[in-house]
Structure formats: C-alpha cells, structure tokens
C-alpha cells in the first residue's frame, strides 16, 4: 500500500544513507524499523486493560506523593513500576 509521510529532512538523508550502506530499499529499512517498533511495544505489553496496583503504606501518602499534582503522581507511579 502506499502512503506519504513526511520526515525532517535530516531524518531522510540519514536514511537513505544508511539504506544505501546496506544496499537495501528505503522501503525495506522503513519497513523493518516499523516492525522492530511495533514488536518491542508488544514485548514491552501494553498498560491499557491491566489494574494499576496502588501502593499501601501506613499512616497515609507515601512521601513524595502529591494527589495535587497530576503530573507529578503519573511520574512517582512510573518510577515504582
């Protein structure tokens, strides 16, 4: 099928060049990059449908937990995971 992207140029000559290093298509590279792509975020599971395991500590919050601050929660939960 085809389609049309568009890349930052510099992203396209680095291609190219390394296509042509390999003598292979820019089709082939793009193609395998895209597989390796989608491969590792298979590998890697996906968050959606899976329960979020809350910590439990006594006393309250654990330090450093902000329920304020919706960023910095999503950051504290993602360094303990």
Wanted: proline share 6%; net charge positive.
């Amino acid at each position: 099928m085809k389609t049309t992207i568009d890349l930052p140029d510099e992203l396209l000559i680095a291609a190219k060049k390394k296509a042509a290093e390999e003598r292979t298509s820019l089709k082939a590279l793009v193609t395998r990059g895209l597989h390796r792509e989608l491969e590792s975020e298979k590998s890697r599971g996906s968050r959606e449908g899976r329960p979020m395991q809350l910590p439990t500590v006594d006393g309250g919050l654990p330090p450093g937990l902000d329920l304020g601050d919706r960023a910095a929660m999503h950051a504290w939960f993602h360094t303990r995971s």
